[in-house]
């Protein structure tokens, strides 16, 4: 028996726990006297009296007896009950033939794609989904898990008859979550559920089977087609624009629509006020229900976030699912849905014959955390450290990345979709890189139909500290060079002419140059005279900054407050054309820019 | 704003959560000042210290700023990432047309039968199912619930992959909970489910659709034929005798066979191991399936439990299910799965589309609590307080209702089925004794085809306190009385002739009478010319007890040592024949008996 000094058990838990075990693997039969707490406290190192609180502690609970003179005992009550081993006990190994002729609802579609067991030893987990205890209100959760245990509490369990949810927790959802999504709804419009999948399940299971058709977005949420699949539906994968789904004709046959609109799943793209109406529109022109998940509803860095489908629609038409959190989804599995109070009733029956009812202690720990206004701040807190990471990663997929990834542009979200060079075989890259410690989600599951060769990958900031993410894509963007190393100009066979110090101040003073992207959007940079720079990002000049600019040897520096990690970096400057080339100290092309020409100086270029 | 000093929350916790609720209902806005520390304590009656505590908390979180010279707000972080409702919000009271025909899955079947929503009022619930605070481990589940919240067991939440359980967790069921039931198992023969509720869903979604028949057991429990009924199963409704269901060739066209073996549910009928044996018989000679639900496997209070089926089970055919307890299993949700590892790999997946996941933090309570030995410590305890509860009803239903129940022989359980007088009709048993604060359980939703007049109905001891019990039943004896008062005789109207004291005393001294049950089983009871007593108890004489008899005025008067409760009481004596009868002192019938007759003393009887 050996004590862990690292183990968050006490020293009275841990003897207990090896007692417990070791009476139960049969070492102390009901014969044989357990070892006195002086012999005991010595093998094990500790003070006497520790053991001594261990063994009276059990024997008051009466799972040990003592008897006088002779010693400590497991008690017969403990024994009681049990069946004896020896007898009753089969080896169980015999293995019963044609099992797969017996399963009558096997899920079909492909195995979900899973994450290698060992991710979190990896230096750079861009995974989405994973979490570490740093993120988890620890503190807030352990008391209203406490609370949640008080007697009050635990009698009313049983004081809920038949199938009502914890009506403090539809309290909590209705006044402190839906209000943030714009959703208002009554109490009989909402049904707890463990987790948002048994919320997305009990959906397809009330609303779909083989007569119905439904439409999915693709790429999209693979379980979700899995589900429907198992129920014989037939599908229309509906392709995804940079304003979410697209909603047209193909549509029309459909009479369910499931859609992801916040941060579309996979792609993050979040669908646009006016896709929100057209879909909205279509649904009611065809009598269509739509499913809506919000569970990607946090973490919008850019804007405010848009109003739920549920709180637009007017006819009752949207079936609304979401969870306390991704975060705690993973640990505490509390979701809900929102939708018209007859699907709801009906769900409810459903719901319970699945699972009797999502874990009272859980919705009540739920309600708890709402209502002391945890959640409130575990949000902003999340908002804020997802927000640094996000950007972290913008940036450096920026840096590193600009010319080999295309990232699609989106409000937030805890992921990005990256278009690779598309020389480069996908599952190549993401296993060479796993090697190399940097984790990227190959995203082939995510299609019904997975192209030949997708040239898609995905990176995310859940399970990745801010601190990692720059070393981690600066990593893959070596590999990513290295695999496409025939494709890309360096500096020394560059087509154009490299400029020199003096060619490159007159260029710069006073120039205006459109550079392919900063943080994934296009950017207008001006340079003025004196050094100063002062840039416009995104198609709508949505991010505004100031920097410098100078010369030293043959190099042209550029340094900005916030972008790029806010580090000088030095280029030389090759002239092609009108097209401007920055290539890295070590030869590599890093951007491609163009000068803008103002009419009365258009000789400036001409000369070269 | 109030507090409420009978709170299970700290005056801070109040506090916040009030100060919350307000912030959320809008009464401050961001531009309006909160109160100040001095007015809110004024108003609330506490210490100013509270008050600022509170409001130093909010803002440390981020959720409230302070504002030099201004006051507090809550801060614009918190209102972020909100839906301004005036903007999105629609009342969503628009009620779409048609649900019925959109749904594709209703649950099949008769509603569930529901308690009243007030039972926890009625001074006498014999209900099953309900539990109060003082049967929940509340300090040891509080404990395992902090460890699970520990770090490293966060972290782990997050290091599993895909659809594992935790590991922790099988390994506690494996070691500490089968055993007690005979089985061994591998971890790869178990699966951890949200409740036995889910374990039984799991197995039916996997082996039955419309081909397959099932056999259950009848009466027997009502949502496993709704179950059924949405898989479109055939059913047999096979009958239970006092050694469980009947095994016959009425099964021989099954597939699957569903049996609750320890405790048949409603029955609480316990499956003879001869039964046992001929059930596996049965199903290894039609290659028929057996679910074994043993979520009654618990408190045997006669005898030992016999091993679960599928310890018996040589051929793999058992696809067994439990819960750690029924009272654990209504508040925490924590149930298993135990088949082969083939049926186990293909639920998991099922179980993945239903819930992810049951919720890691329950799974890892639930591991801490087995670990440290209070599983054990908890079992020992309840079965000691459900065995005290369910000797009180069985004494309670023998001193006060013997000739008007036949009860269910049993092991034990927590409930006793008991049949009526038959011209009673139970519904009006029912809803009159439920006006008089009693509640008993009517039975006939557990009759796939319930008869006309089902004459049987339950006594529950889950829910009532033990000192409760004995005056519950008298009082539904008085209304049994009422309602039956033109059907047994009284002292009145009896048959035969009221014995004198001095008759009495020649009567049963030295005699034997076969009394016609002591706590629902026949007894034979030896009176001394002493005033001792000695009885047997039971079919095959399994309680024995000691008592005293006498005589006093014209009243005959015994005591029994252990049997109706112990207390001294007085009947008057009819002869009828060779009959004996005992009267209350307010003349209604309480006992009848036969005198034994040895051959040489016949003429004790024929004098009268």
Known sequence: MFLDANSGLSLQAQIRQKLVEAITLGTFPPERRLPSSRKLAQQLGVARNTVVLVYEQLVEEGYLVSRERSGIYISEAALKGRIDTKAGAQSNRASLSHWRQRFKASP???????????????????????????????KEWREASRLALGVRDINAWSEETGDADDPMLVEEIRTKILPRRGIQALPEEILVTVGSRQAMHLAVQLLVDSTITVAVEDPGTPVMRQMLAQRGASMIYQPVDEEGIVVDSALDDAQLLYVTPSHQIPTSVTMSLARRQSLLAKAGERDQLIIEDDTEFENNYIGQPHPALRSMDQEGRVIYFSCLSKVLDTGLCVGFIVAAPEFIAEARKLRRLAVNHPPPNNQRAAAYFLSLGNYDSFLMHMHQRFGERWKALQEALSLYLLHFVESTSSQGGTSVWIQGPPEIEMSELVN??????????????????????VSYFRMSITSIG????????????????????????????????????????????????????????????????????EGRIGYANEDRGEGQWWVKGDLWYRQWERWYFGEPLGFHVVVDGSTLKLFEEDGQLSDIGVLHIPDDESETIARD
Not at 111 to 138: C, I, M, Q, R, T
Not at 469 to 485: A, F, K, P, Y
Not at 492 to 510: N, V
Not at 520 to 527: F, H, K, R, V
């Open 432 to 453: 060479e890189a796993a090697r190399r410690g940097i984790l990227i989600e190959p995203v082939s599951h995510y299609y019904a139909n997975p192209p030949q060769n």
């Open 466 to 533: 801010v601190g990692k993410i720059r070393e981690g894509v600066e990593r893959l963007s070596d590999l990513i060079h290295e695999l496409t190393s025939d494709r890309f100009e360096t500096l020394e066979h560059a087509r154009g002419r490299c400029l020199s110090a003096a060619e490159i101040t007159d260029l710069f003073s006073g120039a205006t140059v459109f550079w392919k992207t900063i943080n994934g959007d296009p950017a207008t940079i001006d340079y003025m005279k004196d050094g100063r720079a």
């Open 108 to 138: 079909a579609g492909r195995e979900p794609y899973l994450f290698p067991p060992n991710w979190s030893l990896h230096p750079y987990p861009f995974l989405e989904g994973k979490f570490d205890a740093s993120l988890f209100p620890v």
